[in-house]
């Protein structure tokens, strides 16, 4: 399927309870699990710190960041998403990690399949709930999560 103008590339990515919708350029990576270096007296939703091409990335739960309940134990299909940062700390920490709970899915979006779900309750991390395809996401508030790392890299 070629991508026309009106179309943008997303992945949807299996978290704990429900799915992130999440532009295919804002994800730099899906790698397989590793478990997360852990460090004394952080956060639930800090999990730790992997190496990814000779960087040292902080590693977020979604779901605990984003008051979903406790950082699941990673399945046998868990993986890393890889994020590209945009925010102020861009030049210091230009990528982050969340776990997800499967392999991401490829999914070409048009304005006219998204709807936004204003009946459902947004968390900390969420911008929006949305239905897409028949099927329900949550775009999640990266800059959120981005600062949740910085504070993590900062302090722990």
């Known amino acids: 399927m070629a991508q026309t103008p009106n179309q943008i590339s997303c992945l949807l990515i ?6 992130l919708l999440l532009p295919n350029a804002s994800v730099a990576e899906i790698v397989d699990f590793q ?3 852990k460090t004394t007296g ?5 999990l730790g710190y992997i190496r990814w091409r000779g960087i040292r990335l ?3 739960s979604y779901d605990a960041a984003n008051d979903q309940g ?3 134990a990673p399945s046998q299909q868990a993986r890393i998403a890889v994020t590209n940062t945009i925010g102020e700390h861009h030049g210091n920490l230009p990528f982050i990690a969340f776990v997800t709970e499967g392999l991401p ?3 070409k979006v048009t304005k006219e399949e998204i709807t936004e779900r204003d009946e459902v309750a947004l968390s900390f991390a969420d911008q929006a709930a949305v239905r897409i395809s028949g099927e329900e996401a949550f775009i999640p ?10 504070k993590a890299v900062s302090s722990y």
């Open 14 to 19: 299996p978290v704990k309870d429900r799915q």
């Open 35 to 37: 478990q997360p270096e």
């Open 42 to 46: 952080s956060p639930e939703w800090f």
């Open 58 to 60: 902080p590693v977020i």
């Open 70 to 72: 406790a950082a699941p």
């Open 105 to 107: 899915r490829l999914m």
């Open 141 to 150: 508030k990266l800059e959120k999560l981005e600062e949740l790392a910085v």
